[in-house]
């Protein structure tokens, strides 16, 4: 989720207008919600401290609404709560430590969140079976979408591939 999307996430939850947190940040009254709607939109990209401004004012942490970096432990867990905010994901702890999962029922992004996710776990569990082999799981990981059948993403052949076809065959399709 990019920053602006973020923004507006954490400005309704707050129950804020555009108006109202742009101008407690400081921009004038008179241009304020247009400079929040020009951030939320993504057409103009806060910097570092009106990113700061707006997290504080926000009740965040500025990495709850920077895109965040996986590099880090830090920027890996605000990936996972944006992903708890979007798609539903959700954490538990159990017996044999943390686990992860998705919900399929908390709306249309958990769904098809879930649904890839499962591609993936087929994926994983052909390749811990023997099944597949390493290359194949990574060939599917590293292509992703394009060698999963099942995600309605995997590309088609072409217009003109199809019609060079239908000509070459043309002959063999009347009968």
């Given at each position: 989720?990019?920053?602006?999307?973020?923004?507006?996430?954490?400005?309704?939850?707050?129950?804020?207008?555009?108006?109202?947190?742009?101008?407690?940040?400081?921009?004038?009254?008179?241009?304020?919600?247009?400079?929040?709607?020009?951030?939320?939109?993504?057409?103009?990209?806060?910097?570092?401290?009106?990113?700061?401004?707006?997290?504080?004012?926000?009740?965040?942490?500025?990495?709850?609404?920077?895109?965040?970096?996986?590099?880090?432990?830090?920027?890996?867990?605000?990936?996972?709560?944006?992903?708890?905010?979007?798609?539903?994901?959700?954490?538990?702890?159990?017996?044999?430590?943390?686990?992860?999962?998705?919900?399929?029922?908390?709306?249309?992004?958990?769904?098809?969140?879930?649904?890839?996710?499962?591609?993936?776990?087929?994926?994983?569990?052909?390749?811990?079976?023997?099944?597949?082999?390493?290359?194949?799981?990574?060939?599917?990981?590293?292509?992703?979408?394009k060698y999963d059948e099942a995600s309605g993403y995997v590309k088609v052949p072409s217009q003109e591939l199809s019609d060079a076809m239908?000509?070459?065959?043309?002959?063999?399709?009347?009968?």
């Open positions: 989720m990019a920053i602006g999307e973020r923004i507006r996430f954490f400005r309704n939850l707050r129950g804020m207008t555009q108006k109202y947190l742009g101008t407690v940040v400081g921009f004038p009254e008179k241009t304020a919600d247009i400079r929040m709607a020009q951030y939320e939109s993504g057409s103009r990209t806060p910097k570092a401290d009106l990113t700061e401004s707006l997290a504080g004012v926000l009740g965040v942490s500025p990495l709850a609404l920077s895109v965040p970096d996986i590099d880090s432990y830090l920027g890996l867990m605000h990936t996972l709560f944006t992903l708890e905010d979007r798609y539903g994901l959700t954490v538990e702890k159990n017996e044999s430590g943390v686990s992860m999962r998705i919900d399929p029922r908390k709306g249309k992004d958990a769904a098809e969140l879930c649904k890839m996710v499962s591609a993936w776990a087929e994926q994983a569990e052909q390749y811990h079976s023997g099944e597949i082999s390493r290359e194949d799981y990574d060939r599917w990981r590293y292509n992703y979408p239908v000509e070459a065959f043309k002959d063999q399709l009347k009968d």
